[in-house]
């Protein structure tokens, strides 16, 4: 799995005009699944993502994980992470999983983090034309991607 992590002060997704998701402080997270990505990486990156210390304590260090701040997380899923851009002009997104296998880890990662005490967690549609709104907050931006446990 691949993650690219954004650290909010708030974050909203739309579709056909309807918030699907939104939060206030907390991770806006683009999830991406690869075709070897199962339960493990599922575990693994929710595991990281929600005790990952990213948040200012009262020093201004980050020192805090979003369990910690109480934060939300809003999980839009992303097959774009897998495209490869190396040869040509356009991208190819071989490298994703089909839908048929992201979309239930998608919905198993969403659920994984609930499980570990986040609340909310803001949701996309799967495979939906979606538009993200956020503000960055720091700004915090980190690349994520799950090793391959098996």
Request: charged share 20%; with cysteine.
């Amino acid at each position: 799995m691949r993650a690219v992590v954004q650290r909010v002060s708030r974050a909203s997704v739309r579709v056909e005009g309807a918030t699907t998701g939104q939060i206030e402080a907390g991770l806006l997270v683009l999830l991406g699944v690869g075709p070897e990505d199962g339960p493990a990486q599922v575990a693994w990156l929710a595991d990281k993502l929600c005790e990952l210390r990213i948040f200012p304590d009262a020093a201004g260090k980050m020192n805090l994980s979003l369990r910690e701040v109480g934060g939300g997380m809003l999980v839009v899923s992303q097959f774009t992470l897998y495209g490869d851009c190396s040869r040509g002009r356009r991208p190819s997104f071989i490298g994703a999983a089909p839908p048929a296998l992201a979309e239930p880890l998608y919905r198993s990662f969403c659920e994984a983090v609930e499980a570990r005490g986040i609340a909310p967690v803001g949701r996309g549609v799967f495979g939906a034309d979606m538009q993200v709104e956020l503000v960055n907050d720091g700004p915090v931006t980190l690349l994520l991607e799950s090793p391959p446990l098996r």
